[in-house]
């Protein structure tokens, strides 16, 4: 009994006196996760690959190629419509199964969108996945199959896409809008015409991927993946040869497009020729700053309220004028649309139909008196604060990062950081963007209306 009870007081003393031990500090020999800068890399196969690698656990991919709805012409309006749709065919080697098969088990997420510009094939996974997905995106803008009973099938499914855009006036707007100032080139639609659908050929899509997913038109951008892993992928990837894409340059015509559609409220939006990104020139220097100007402009002039519910006629110079002219519900906005060769600077706007003339000459007065009046340093210096905030903000989200990568890499030679554009936000000046103001409110106008038109002005009747 007593060789017990002795045991159990060394149980105890031992607890007691290993509680009283000093406790030991693990070593962390962890290393740093440092900030990594964009990085561009050009191949020679023909495929620039650029990227960012943020540690994220989801690595975000995407093939761009240089081939947006500006490149259709008059025998195959909407084709870009209808690829976006056929992204997940069976390609020479892989079936439309194995395509969802695979990329659902590994838990991805594929995607295919389109800008008058650019068409982008993304998948977002998981980062071990990587060699995987870059297959997959590879296998369908390289070597797709487009078998006819599978083109078939998406007739339906573009149906649906143009009933939803007849439900949307705001969208229809800004594609009227386009079509009005460049008529062709980056007037075309994104969406396809309805005497088009169901017509498309596989001989006719596969012709337009070969002229335009082509070397030297091609991207693979990753957010959260490894530079020289994707180098490693990229260069297993094999363009198209064809040496027959045009690149039409856009030219701004300034018309004017209406379309009645009925209801109570109206949809307008003025604009004239922008400035394009083509202004940044090689290594990211700037040609003409107009690009940057414009966007503080564009952020004096009112973008919409910041705080809900909010009128935003606080600092919007073109919500101030519209709340004079009227008493009764409305949005007015500046917008700011740029590409590669061709750019839209104006403002939108809807209200009641009997009300929209108001709002309209409102703000075309607006933009007007700032070419007499100037513009305050305060307002500058806050619309630059605005620009900065837009612009780190939009580039904390993977997917516009990814976007903007892909932009940068097939039309510039160097990917500009934040702190880069930051950095060029800071040196404009209130002379700065007074000078672009005047420069682009004396351009020749578009304009483009729809829903109820019977009080909305004519562009010619709106300028006098």
């Known amino acids: 009994m007593a060789s017990v009870l002795s045991r159990r007081a060394l149980r105890g003393l031992q607890v007691r006196l290993y509680s009283a031990t000093a406790r030991q500090e693990p070593k962390d020999t962890s ?15 023909g495929v620039t690959v650029a990227s960012l690698e943020n540690y994220s656990p989801v690595s975000r991919v995407a093939l761009v190629a240089n081939a947006g709805a500006r490149f259709e012409d008059g025998d195959n309006l909407g084709v870009t419509h209808c690829l976006r749709l056929a992204s997940g065919l069976s390609t020479q080697n892989l079936s439309s199964f194995y395509i969802t098969r695979s990329v659902e088990q590994a838990g991805a997420d594929f995607t295919c969108s389109s800008t008058r510009e650019y068409m982008f094939y993304r998948i977002d996974c998981l980062r071990n996945d990587l060699d995987l997905v870059t297959k997959v995106l590879a296998e369908t803008t390289t070597a797709p199959a487009l078998k ?101 340059k856009a030219k701004y015509s300034g018309d004017e497009i209406r379309m009645e559609m009925g209801g109570d409220f109206t ?11 083509g202004a940044f020139g090689k290594k990211g220097r700037l040609a003409g700053k107009d690009l940057l100007y414009a966007a503080v402009l564009q952020n004096v002039m009112g973008m919409g309220p910041y705080i809900k519910y909010s009128s935003g006629s606080t600092t919007s110079r073109l919500s101030q ?124 106008p578009s304009m483009a209306a729809c829903g109820n038109l019977s ?3 004519y562009l010619d009747s709106l300028m006098q």
């Open 148 to 248: 006819p009973w599978e083109l078939a099938d998406l007739g339906v499914n573009m149906g649906l896409d143009l009933a939803n855009l007849k439900a949307q006036p705001h969208v229809q707007l800004f594609d009227m809008l386009h079509k009005a100032a460049f008529r062709d080139t980056l007037g075309r639609s994104l969406y396809a015409p309805e005497f088009m659908v169901g017509k498309y050929t596989s001989e006719q899509l596969l012709h337009y991927m070969k002229t335009y997913f082509s070397a030297g038109r091609l991207a693979l951008v990753g957010v959260g993946v490894d530079h020289e892993h994707l180098v490693a992928q990229a260069k297993q990837i094999t363009p198209f040869t064809s040496a027959g894409a045009v690149n039409n």
């Open 31 to 45: 290393v740093p996760l440092r900030p990594q800068p964009p990085k561009l890399t050009k191949l020679p196969n």
């Open 321 to 444: 004028a519209a709340s004079k002219a009227t008493t009764h519900p409305f949005a007015v906005s500046c917008l700011n649309a740029n590409y590669t060769d061709g750019g839209l600077f104006g403002f939108y706007a809807i209200a009641q139909a009997r009300e929209i003339e108001k709002v309209l000459r409102a703000a075309f007065n607006q933009f007007a008196a700032v070419t007499k009046t100037g513009l305050e340093d305060k307002d500058v210096e806050r619309a630059k604060n605005q620009l900065k905030a837009q612009i780190s903000m939009y580039r904390e989200g993977g997917d516009a990062v990814l976007c903007d990568l892909a932009e940068q890499a097939l039309g510039s030679e160097e990917i500009l950081s934040t702190a880069d554009l930051l950095s060029m936000v800071d040196c404009i000046t209130s002379s700065d963007v007074t000078g672009v103001a005047k420069k682009l409110v004396n351009g020749k």
């Open 267 to 277: 949809y307008a939006a003025v604009a004239v020729e922008g400035p394009s990104t």
């Open 455 to 457: 009080r909305t002005p």
